[in-house]
Antibody, heavy 119, light 107 residues
């Protein structure tokens, strides 16, 4: 069974940092691109970052470029999102999602982890 | 960036009735269009991909159609578990983008 389990969310002050993790199981993690998608409270879904299966290519939405870093450890089947210079508008549920390739949708999602940015 | 729009924002439907949801892309996305269902407190779930292919385990009452810029999700006979928010997403162009969602609630 494919499982994606996020962790690392919590309360952080504006300007602070946080690292999210997404532990994958039930599939060949190293064969899939992985994405982070977020959802602000009561709002829609927003792609924010992606990483290729090998980790050699990374992509960012303009809203997080220069502040967030995506990475992965294929030996640990884990995806990461290092978040810095956090702003109130970064407050959201962060989901990791699996994608087979550029011509495929997100077929599995984690349950999400909530990041609250507040002083 | 391709902008996705969805209509209506809210659709009130009685159980057993048919629901038709629309999604439009600001430019052609071919058939690289997916629909997701999201219930409160849950992650999105893939329903339809390739505009019309049901994902694994999705009931036949869900169907998708369209190509290019105009797409439709139809739920033939709404069940109680179908009341949720539905998002369309294009994955033809980078970055992948979502519509704002259609909430299907009980009439």
């Amino acid at each position: 069974e494919v499982q994606l389990v996020e962790s690392g969310g919590g309360l952080v002050q504006p300007g602070g940092s946080l690292r999210l993790s997404c532990a994958a199981s039930g599939f060949a993690f190293s064969s899939y691109a992985m994405h982070w998608v977020r959802q602000a409270p009561g709002k829609g879904l927003e792609y924010i970052s992606a990483i290729s299966s090998s980790g050699g290519s990374t992509y960012y939405a303009d809203s997080v470029k220069g502040r967030f870093t995506i990475s992965r450890d294929n030996s640990k089947n884990t995806l990461y999102l290092q978040m810095g210079s956090l702003r109130a508008e970064d407050m959201a549920v962060y989901y990791c999602a699996r994608r087979a390739g550029s011509g495929y949708p997100y077929d599995y999602w984690g349950q999400g982890t909530l990041v609250t940015v507040s002083s | 960036e391709i902008v996705m729009t969805q209509s209506p924002a809210t659709l009130s439907v009685s159980p057993g009735e048919r629901a038709t949801l629309s999604c439009r892309a600001s430019q052609s996305v071919s058939s690289n269009l997916a629909w997701y269902q999201q219930k409160p407190g849950q992650a999105p779930r893939l329903l339809i991909y390739g505009a019309s292919t049901r994902a694994t385990g999705i009931p036949a009452r869900f169907s998708g159609s369209g190509s290019g810029t105009e797409f439709t999700l139809t739920i033939s006979s709404l069940q109680s578990e179908d009341f949720a928010v539905y998002y369309c997403q294009q994955y033809n162009n980078w970055p992948p983008t979502f519509g704002p969602g259609t909430k299907v609630d009980i009439k």
